[in-house]
């Protein structure tokens, strides 16, 4: 089994700069693919950045250019840098894995940006 452990989030004001941390832990083997998703009040989840295990990256397009995911494949870490936050980046963002036997989601962490 697989446990996505993150960090950071936090308030931020408009134009600043927070970095997001999963740290998978277990069998990593399994994972396909980890990123995030976020999920505003309101809304539906939907997928802000991903990074495969060859090393393609997928973005919303409401973030390319702002935000970048990478990944420490040594420590299985996956970090989302968001630059240039703005209040509609407002969420609560969940680390998620793609799987071998379907999704692998974290508990989560609220990202707030004041305008």
């Known amino acids: 089994q697989v446990q996505l452990v993150e960090s950071g989030g936090g308030l931020v004001e408009t134009g600043g700069s927070l970095r997001l941390s999963c740290a998978a832990n277990?069998?990593?083997?399994?994972?396909?693919?980890i990123g995030w998703y976020r999920q505003a009040p309101g809304e539906q989840r939907a997928l802000v950045a991903q990074v495969t295990n060859f090393g393609s990256t997928n973005y919303a397009e409401s973030v390319k250019g702002r935000f970048t995911i990478s990944r420490d494949n040594v420590n299985y870490t996956a970090y989302l840098q968001m630059n240039n936050l703005k209040p509609e980046d407002t969420a609560f963002y969940h680390c998620h894995a793609a799987g071998w036997y379907g999704d692998i989601w974290g508990q989560g962490t609220q990202v707030t940006v004041s305008s």
């Open positions: 277990g069998d990593t083997r399994i994972i396909n693919a």
